[in-house]
DNA sequence: GTCTATAGCCCGATAGAC
DNA sequence: GTCTATCGGGCTATAGAC
């Protein structure tokens, strides 16, 4: 890999796990295994950095986006797909979501975007469960659909940094996405049918373990 | 008040308004009206600051964890009064669940403290709901409760966060507790009796306008 | 394209006068 | 108890050799 690309994915991996504004951007040159100068040839300065991240994130975001539910047959799978496609973004780009605080307070294509990447993304819900609903896998009235959309999206969003703070694993691999995953479920798993609740089940597991 | 209390304060306002990292000791003298110096005379650095602000908080959360339904005649509204001193807490010490990366990586009480704290206030979601169905309030299988306690603790530790990342307005008085109480109540409101739901409204409504 | 050296800034904290 | 003055350290970023 190409110097330029090796420093954004080494900051990117320092930044989620140890906050923006806490990774110098000497101990970002070491982990590169370059000089702390070399980095200012590839990138003007760490907000450029950051903003080289952004544009990444946001054309990821809107390719998760646009996962809607198109075969009312496999709308469960797709659902799952959808779900795992949203963790993937939110631990791939966790610190953009977190470390907004450290960004300083001008403006840019990240903090306009923001808020309408979470409204598109519950909307994104409201959709899959209004198909749930008309696929007669979901018992449930129209009117609590947004509050459960909400709901999931909180949940998913912060299940992370619950662990987290509860001083329970939240590392890759430690199951905390499917914890994540599960603990939204139980939203709504009184209102699904059992066939519905099974393949749902059945198709978040494959997901998962695909990954 | 003393200088000391006034600093202690200042500081915790600022920590939330700003994060315990981006408020610099400069701005913390100058917002108390004191010289720079005259900090390190009331506190030996600002990490003990932080300590005396931890030490307060400690003391606020044992008193709120011990907000539990006593009387089953009036569990609702106990469960009303235990939610707005949760949400009172979380709000006056808003940066010590928030800012907790900005503190270094040195065990202190806090760091120890919290996890259990995290612990027992789901415990405590559960013993309230666990009274409200011995109470015939809420019609809910016993083996729903811990997931219920869980998305209760998240959805109300959480929703202010949202809220800002949304780019909602979560300032003080905006209604974002209100919100979050809201949001919350989402989660079971199906499974409350009518007169439950009513009464529950009316005590979360009287001790919002307390406020 | 990568390195070394260092400038310049901000921050937390100290020393000592009043 | 409060002030002024300043130090030492860590950080981002620049300059210029190779």
């Not at 998760?64 to 009312?72: E, I, Q």
């Not at 797909?81 to 840019?108: C, K, N, V, W």
Request: charged residues 25%.
């Amino acid at each position: 890999m190409k110097t330029k690309d090796r420093i954004l994915e080494t900051a990117r991996e320092l930044f989620n796990a140890r906050r923006f504004g806490n990774v110098t951007t000497a101990e970002l040159a070491a982990e590169c295994g370059i000089a702390e100068g070399n980095l200012w040839y590839h990138y003007k300065n760490k907000r450029a950095l950051l903003e080289a991240i952004a544009g990444q994130f946001l054309l990821d975001v809107e390719e998760r986006l646009a996962l809607l539910p198109s075969d009312p047959e496999r709308i469960l799978h797709q659902y799952a797909d959808m779900l795992f496609a949203l963790m993937s973004e939110i631990r791939r780009y966790r610190f953009l979501y977190r470390d907004q605080a450290d960004y300083g307070e001008h403006t840019d294509n990240l903090l306009k975007r923001l808020p309408g990447i979470y409204r598109d993304t519950q909307s994104q819900f409201q959709t899959f469960f209004h198909g749930m609903i008309k696929g007669n896998h979901l018992a449930l009235d129209q009117a609590h659909i947004p509050a459960l959309a909400t709901n999931s999206v909180l949940i998913l969003r912060y299940h992370l940094e619950f662990l987290r703070e509860s001083g329970q694993d939240s590392d890759i691999g430690s199951g905390a996405v499917r914890a994540a995953v599960e603990q939204h479920l139980t939203l709504f798993q009184q209102s699904l049918s059992a066939s519905a609740r099974e393949t749902l089940h059945n198709a978040l597991e494959s997901a998962l373990e695909t990954a």
